[in-house]
């Protein structure tokens, strides 16, 4: 059994991460990190955590001594830019939720994410870990973003045959993919009854997205009024609907958390939310020569602390799906 440690459990991704570190059969929780809850019971966080049966969590700690803590991965939380500032543990895996090390070229974090890289000479040690496709290859692993996730799944095994310049990604997510932190656009009477574009053409999964696929997309981001979800549409050109859905069934014949659905069945937000699955569909467009590829996932599930869980997986050499939740009918 491996150490496993968190550092700001106290978001949604970081207790998502908590909910499967404590599930899973080869982690052993040993160092829980919340600044603001530090020297409190896990319990303060959710009284779920403190009923007969669970397995056990430690007190909290400060998110430095949780880092600090010798664990075999940590698995980091923390919003982008103070996770930019951290120093990595030198030895152990860690898995960085954020954004901070996902963009190779250091100069873009200006532009994308607002600030200045503080660590820029760092980034070539970080490894991007989609683990269907890009597997990390070290123990830095910089988990890839909700929307990237998505859009990266349905294209990159069309990436070689498609027209570049005629790739959109129309995309919806659930509100909890904005973060925990208070925002006018997160309050009750502006999501609920409504659906609204946000960070219209800039968007800082758009960078990441055509860092993987090699050329940059038309991406334009969605808010639906649900707490969990995400959708992502894919408008192609240059490729048939049937050489697509050949294109992937041949990329996920072997992948446990992504399904090509069978012609004719749309991928559906219901069956992904409290998962960490992927489902695809492919498409053609009757009127024009549009092939289109829809991905469904759980925004906290494969695009985030599910896919976190399976590259910590890989790189401590237990199997992929150890912890996951990909199995059972949800209603």
């Not at 409190?40 to 600090?68: H, I, Q, T, W, Y």
């Not at 609907?241 to 004719?264: M, N, Q, T």
Request: aromatic share 6%.
């Amino acid at each position: 059994m491996a150490t496993a440690a968190i550092v700001s459990a106290s978001g949604y991704s970081g207790q998502e991460t908590l909910d499967r570190v404590l599930g899973h059969p080869e982690l052993e929780l040993v160092a829980l990190g919340s600044d603001s809850l530090a020297g409190s019971e896990p319990s303060e966080l959710d009284p779920r955590l403190a009923r007969n049966g669970s397995r056990r969590a430690p007190a909290f700690v400060a998110n430095e001594a949780a880092l600090a803590s010798g664990a075999d991965v940590a698995f980091v939380c923390l919003e982008h830019e103070r996770a930019a500032a951290l120093e990595p543990p030198s030895a152990g895996v860690v898995v960085d939720l954020s954004g901070a090390h996902r963009l190779a070229d250091p100069a873009l974090y200006a532009s994308w994410y607002g600030f200045s890289h503080p660590r820029p000479g760092d980034l070539a040690s970080w490894s991007y870990g989609l683990p269907e496709l890009s597997p990390a290859s070290g123990r830095l692993i910089a988990n890839p973003g909700c929307y990237a996730t998505a859009a990266i799944l349905a294209l990159l095994p069309l990436a070689e045959a498609v027209d570049p310049a005629s790739v959109v990604v129309d995309a919806k997510s659930g509100m909890t993919g904005a973060g925990r932190g208070l925002k006018a656009s997160s309050h009750a009477g502006f999501v609920l009854e409504n659906l609204s574009a946000y960070k219209v053409g800039t968007h800082q999964h758009e960078p990441e997205i055509a860092q993987a696929l090699g050329f940059p997309v038309c991406f334009v981001p969605h808010l639906l009024p649900i707490r969990r979800g995400l959708a992502a549409t894919c408008y192609v050109r240059g490729i048939g609907a049937a050489e697509a859905r050949g294109r992937l069934e041949a990329a996920y014949a072997a992948a446990p958390a992504v399904s090509v659905l069978p012609e004719g069945i749309t991928p559906e937000l219901s069956r992904v939310q409290g998962t960490d699955a992927a489902e695809l569909a492919v498409f053609g467009d009757r009127a024009t020569d549009h092939a289109i590829v829809i991905c469904a996932i759980d925004n906290l599930g494969k695009g985030a602390a599910g896919q976190a869980i399976q590259n910590a997986n890989l790189a401590l050499g237990f199997p992929e799906t150890a912890g996951l939740r990909l199995a059972g009918v949800r209603v």
